[in-house]
């Protein structure tokens, strides 16, 4: 079975980017499959990652293709309507052809129930939708104090230091103006934001910039960072936090999690399948402080959620949890059309 991959359709995407390249190690590492790098006659399966309105050759290749259709739902209408000005203009024609492209698949792959009920009830997506959560090397973000107390050294922080660490490309539907707050009610600690802001076209631009240019003294932002650098920076937390208001998974918990540090999110719909009770779910700045504050003053609070956390990391680690995607990959194969 050869299984090849749209790498151009997911340069720009930060989680779908790292959810790929897990995907594709995942792939490489198993027995049961063959990657080929390129589409070829003996392809069977082609599974697409994103949906990308700017490079229609992935859409293009599954109309024409006769082999079997795999599109993964990374993005749905409300990832992308807050982060691009004017979305009462375009969101209904994007919606239009995201329907159209998923449309084209024998199956389509849902990172969480609720993007699955999206796909069904809102998108109309008429193939079969099954939900395969993103997984990825727990290895990579595995670490012990020796390395910490290294990296802490190295990009400039104290050994005693309480680190609050969160990641992701910088848009409106990310909060950083709620991690900013919480950093400014927090001064003792300090805080780190892994990424930047993607494209200068993004709402509210001017405001999340001058945010980024001008942040209080406790706040550190990376910048844009390689998936090595990403796993570094997230390995000094203490605590991880993930205000976003709008995600289909939330791959970044899934990391900070595999470094055994407690996590604290928003409080999202989209979490109570995939995290449950093993977050902490905030629903304002005053909730992000004093959960924050909470796991500094508690350590039977904060260790409890160190374990937590350690079930997070299980769940999702690809070394003991890629059969299911690959069953369906088989099960495609051996299906033949009526």
């Known amino acids: 079975m050869h299984l090849p991959f749209k790498k151009e359709a997911c340069e720009k995407g930060f989680g779908i980017k790292n959810a790929y390249f897990e995907c594709e190690k995942l792939l490489k590492a198993s027995k049961r499959v063959h990657l080929d790098e390129n589409l070829s006659p003996k392809t069977d399966v082609i599974h697409f990652h994103t949906f990308d309105v700017w490079d229609p050759r992935p859409f293009l290749i599954a109309l024409l293709s006769r082999k079997k259709i795999v599109m993964s739902a990374h993005i749905i209408p409300d990832t992308v309507a807050k982060m691009i000005p004017f979305s009462f203009i375009w969101l209904r024609y994007f919606k239009m052809l995201l329907r159209i492209y998923l449309n084209r698949a024998d199956v389509v792959i849902a990172v969480s129930n609720a993007t699955r009920d999206v796909c069904v009830n809102d998108l109309k997506v008429e193939p079969e939708v099954v939900v395969v959560p993103n997984l990825i090397d727990i290895s990579r973000f595995r670490t012990n104090s020796h390395e910490v107390n290294t990296l802490r050294k190295e990009l400039g922080f104290g050994l005693d230091d309480f680190i609050i660490v969160s990641s992701g490309h910088i848009q409106p539907r990310k909060r950083f103006d709620i991690f900013i707050e919480t950093a400014k009610m927090l001064p003792r600690f300090k805080f780190v934001w892994i990424g930047d802001i993607m494209f200068k076209y993004t709402s509210d631009y001017k405001k999340l910039k001058a945010m ?26 203490n605590v991880i936090i993930f205000p976003s208001d709008q995600e289909t998974f939330g791959l970044a918990i899934v990391e900070g999690a595999a470094t055994l540090t407690p996590v604290v999110a928003r409080n999202l719909k989209d979490y109570d399948a995939t995290f449950g009770d093993k977050i902490i779910r905030c629903n304002d700045v005053a909730d992000f402080v004093n959960e924050i504050q909470r796991l500094y003053d508690d350590p039977e609070c904060y260790n409890q959620y160190v374990q937590k956390s350690a079930q997070i990391a299980e769940k999702y680690d690809s070394a003991v949890n890629g059969d299911e995607l690959v069953n369906i990959y088989e099960r495609l194969c051996y299906t033949t059309d009526a």
């Open 212 to 237: 980024i240019d001008n942040p209080p003294e406790n706040v550190t932002v990376t910048g844009i960072l390689e998936p090595d650098d990403v796993a570094k920076w997230t390995k000094l937390a």
